[in-house]
């Protein structure tokens, strides 16, 4: 059990870390660009989502580190399909196809990152059908974009005063050293993990859940800031519910990203068939803490409680709509 100073020096390490100062940086790219969250396509959820037809369009793209592409370049190419897959995902989407744009010093050192991402798309199913090649830059530089298809959407906007918050994460992996990835995935059957991708879709067609996010980069506390920010609601975390691998420390799980991470916001009726999807696949899952209304992001312990995000003090990624928050369909 955390004191009351630990956890408020917890809450201070977590708001100065990396993966949150990281999101923090879309704040000025979104208002150079003039995005919001009051556009006809919002910004702030994993995926472009656009309108066509009886469902949605679904776009999105990851760039990777250029340290995180030299020291594991094969890993790096898994996560350029992988990471995409799971952001189609989170929208309650199934993928469609792949590309890529890479950059390299001859094409030895391409050949690498070019095998870890055929072997993520044929393991997931998701086929690459172009992209960009330079094999005459001075360094290794990646990037994916990908499509897919919503037929009922789960977005970053939709969150709600009452709901739980409920974290679903594939523990059956370990660290990817020396970075925060926790590897779940590339010795899993492909059909475990198609199966697992094809939870999020069914959660949003059957209307179980509306809001969801990936737990990205930012690590749970991040992601949970996102997605606060973006549907205006306060969140409180209990950090003694959240699913953890044995042996490891909890400060570098809550800044941990995993293979298979999820959070999502369900209303208490629902949250014993939620977590019933995810936990039928061997995959943890738990309600975590709850959506209040308020503009804060907190972390509790018990009966000691601490702030890592304050949104009325500042913008994280600075997509969150600029009017009062307001029902919106996702039928």
């Known amino acids: 059990m955390l004191s009351g100073v630990a956890i408020d020096q917890l809450a201070e390490r977590l708001r100065k870390s990396r993966g949150i100062a990281a999101k923090a940086d879309i704040a000025a790219v979104a208002a150079a660009l003039e995005l919001s969250g009051d556009q006809a396509i ?8 656009i309108a066509d037809g009886d469902g949605y369009l679904l776009f999105a793209i990851e760039g990777f580190m250029n340290e995180f592409v030299a020291a594991d370049p094969w890993f790096a190419g898994w996560c350029g399909a992988m990471v995409n897959i799971s952001d ?4 309650g989407g199934r993928p469609t196809a ?8 001859g094409a030895d050192n391409a050949a690498p990152i070019l095998a870890g991402l055929k072997a993520a798309a044929k393991a997931f199913g998701v086929p690459v059908i172009g992209g960009h090649t330079n094999v005459r830059s001075t360094q290794s530089q990646f990037a994916v974009a990908i499509l897919g298809r919503a037929r009922r959407l789960l977005t970053s906007f939709d969150a709600r005063r009452g709901d739980k918050l409920v974290a679903a994460i594939d523990l059956r992996g370990r660290y990817r050293e020396p970075f925060a990835n926790w590897e779940a995935a590339t010795d899993a059957p492909p059909e475990r993990l198609r199966g697992d991708i094809a939870i999020l879709p069914s959660l949003a067609e059957s209307g179980l859940v509306c809001a969801a996010k990936d737990i990205s980069q930012g690590g749970i506390v991040g992601t949970a800031a996102m997605l606060a920010e973006c549907s205006q609601v306060a969140l409180a975390l209990d950090l003694d519910a959240i699913p953890i691998p044995d042996g490891v420390p909890l400060e570098r799980w809550l800044q941990t990203f995993p293979s298979f991470g999820y959070l999502l916001s369900v209303k208490p009726e629902h949250i014993d068939e939620a977590l019933a999807r995810f936990r039928q696949r061997g995959i943890a899952a738990a309600s975590v803490g709850d959506v209040m209304a308020g503009t804060t992001v907190d972390i509790r312990a018990g009966s000691d409680r601490a702030t890592v995000w304050d949104f009325a003090r500042q913008p994280l990624i600075g997509c969150g709509p600029s009017r009062p928050p307001v029902q919106r369909s996702v039928a």
Not at 98 to 105: E, L, R, T, Y
């Open 42 to 49: 919002p910004v702030g959820d994993d995926c472009a989502a």
């Open 88 to 91: 189609v995902a989170a929208m």
């Open 98 to 105: 792949i590309v890529n744009a890479i950059w390299s010093d």
